[in-house]
């Protein structure tokens, strides 16, 4: 096609164009770190082998029980997939469901009016309060469990949808509604990515909550072999670096859940929180 | 390539009859926004709207495009009443209004998949218009990695996408440094000479008024009116020669005048 217009390049157009910075951490930030780290696993070590007892886990315990659980231990894995499995089908019934009701009452004020009490108040309430009143409904079993994480997830999630929605800005719904987007268009095409932030942040405090959830609801009910039941034996039967690789297994799904999944988005998608 | 230039052509808006604004008036509660607004664009003519601040020129925009319902009065486009937002009638934003999640290429696309044109279809349509407005390689770029000017470029070929007979700009170039608005205002009219449509110019450069309009009509007072109407004879194509002459200077002045006079008698929170 005949250009119409001479390149861009051309004037002042292009210098204000940014670059994609990559920020790399050069080894220095890590040195605050790395010095903590070392005083503690030696305060740590040392510690226990004055004053402590045999049973108690050292660091030195912990990492050469490291193998030994990972692949002599023949309750971990199957904790691992029960525990797991009940967190991630709560943690997906809870983003489905909390963001649905997030975003309507984000747009739709007669809905918030009526739901804002109970998402606020089902936030408030400590979780472990209700446990005892959902096994008596559901039973001492993975569905007690699982309610308990759907309890502590939806409100999180649902509130941070309902923050996203309610400050999406205007323009973006003027755009649309300008080029005749239909309501479809704009709940699936613009509140959704326009609140992707606050979901992320949603989903963060709703994964940490149903991890919580998780653990508790099987210390509580007791039965089972999910892996806050099986920590729970290691600790009581004094394997207590057995105890610690198994609940470092935790920290890393909950790491994951609350800070990988944002870097993998950051990274799929360069526009995030910039705009 | 060939082909899209002459399909742009072929759609030179043959049933399109301009727009025409009735005795428009709105109001916020009391306080009265305009009112007995008259006037009419051609299907291919460009009329502009300079005011003081507060005089709702950007009130009157959403009115002609049914983004904001008037009170009184009727706009009649294309011979049929704008009640709500439809395809023929585009507008460009002041702030560009990008979606800062879709690339230059999907945010170009936009008008046309929401107006239900298939994906494929509509990013090759919006490929042209990509480099109509001469943002070739930048396509898969996201707003954030794009300056002003080429960000206003993506909002226009938007607009453009659709087609519009009606194309409404707000303030299109206001949030832009002088030199890339001067360089735009070319732009535009060159894109406007191979593909002539009714535009609605709205803005604060009186220069730009002037340069871009067949008409300026100068609006403000107290309710805000249509206080003057300047033709603006000047012959087109238009380009950077037009503004050296006697006769752009001529026209400008006059503008000038009344905009200022009708300044002291404008409600406005601004001075």
């Not at chain 1, 999406?168 to 509140?191: H, N, Q, T």
């Not at chain 2, 453009?160 to 002088?178: H, K, N, T």
Request: charged letters at 20%; glycine letters at 8%.
């Amino acid at each position: 096609m005949a250009t119409v217009i001479q390149s861009p390049v051309i004037g002042e157009d292009t210098k204000t164009t940014p670059t994609v910075k990559k920020k790399r951490r050069s080894w220095k930030n890590s040195i605050a770190w790395l010095a903590t780290t070392l005083v503690i696993l030696i305060i740590w070590q040392i510690g226990v082998g004055l004053f402590g007892k045999d049973y108690m886990a050292t660091p030195i315990g912990v990492i050469t029980a490291v193998p030994d659980v990972l692949f002599n231990d023949p309750k971990l894995w199957p904790g691992v997939w029960e525990t797991f499995a009940v967190v991630f089908r709560g943690l997906i019934l809870s983003v489905v469901v909390g963001t649905a009701l997030g975003l309507i009452m984000g747009r739709v004020t007669f809905v918030a009016d009526a739901l804002a009490p109970y998402v606020n108040g089902f936030y408030a309430t400590p979780m472990i309060a209700v446990l005892p009143i959902i096994t008596l409904w559901l039973g001492f079993n993975t569905s007690a469990t699982f309610a308990l994480v759907v309890f502590a997830a939806i409100p999180p999630m649902a509130v941070a949808a309902w923050d996203g929605s309610r400050t999406i800005p205007v323009r973006y719904l003027e755009v649309a509604k300008s080029f005749g987007a239909r309501r479809r268009d704009v709940w699936v095409g613009i509140a959704i990515p326009a609140s992707l932030p606050y979901l992320l942040a949603g989903f963060r405090l709703a994964s940490g909550r149903a991890l919580s959830a998780v653990v508790i609801a099987e210390f509580l009910i007791g039965t089972g072999d999910g892996l806050g039941i099986h920590i729970m034996r290691l600790a009581q039967n004094f394997n207590h670096n057995e105890a610690i690789v198994a609940i470092m297994i935790l920290t890393l799904v909950g790491l994951f859940l609350a800070i990988g999944i944002e870097r993998i988005l950051r990274r799929r998608y360069p526009w995030f929180r910039k705009s | 390539m060939e082909r899209s230039v002459s399909e742009l052509e072929n759609a030179s808006h043959s049933t399109s009859r301009g727009i025409r604004v009735e005795n428009l008036a709105k109001y916020y509660g009391d306080h009265c926004v305009f009112k007995d607004i008259n006037f009419e664009i051609g299907p291919r003519e460009i009329v502009s709207v300079v005011g003081p601040s507060g005089c709702g020129k950007t009130t009157l925009l959403r009115c002609l495009n049914g983004l904001i319902q008037p009170d009184e009065g009727q706009v009649i486009a294309d011979g049929l009443q704008v009640s709500s937002p439809r395809p023929g009638i585009a507008i460009v934003f002041q702030d560009f209004g990008l979606f800062p999640w879709k690339t230059a290429l999907d945010n170009v696309a936009y008008g046309l998949v929401v107006q239900g044109m298939k994906k494929d279809k509509a990013r090759k349509i919006a490929s042209n218009y990509v480099n109509m407005v001469a943002l070739e390689g930048f396509e898969d770029r996201y707003p954030h990695q794009l300056s002003g000017g080429m960000q206003q470029r993506a909002g226009l070929a938007r607009a453009l996408a659709v087609e519009p007979s009606v194309l409404l700009m707000d303030e299109p170039f206001g949030a832009l440094d002088a030199q890339t608005r001067e360089l735009m205002q070319f732009e535009l009219l060159q894109i406007w000479d191979k593909n002539p449509m009714s535009m609605l110019f709205v803005t604060h450069g009186i220069d730009e008024a002037v340069l871009m309009g067949d008409r300026v009509i100068v609006l403000g007072g107290k309710p805000s009116g249509i206080y003057r109407e300047v033709d603006v004879p000047l012959p087109r194509p238009r380009d950077a020669s037009t503004v050296a002459s006697p006769e752009f200077q001529e026209l400008r002045s006059q503008v000038w005048d009344h905009v200022m006079t009708v300044r002291r008698n404008t409600s406005s929170d601004e001075n």
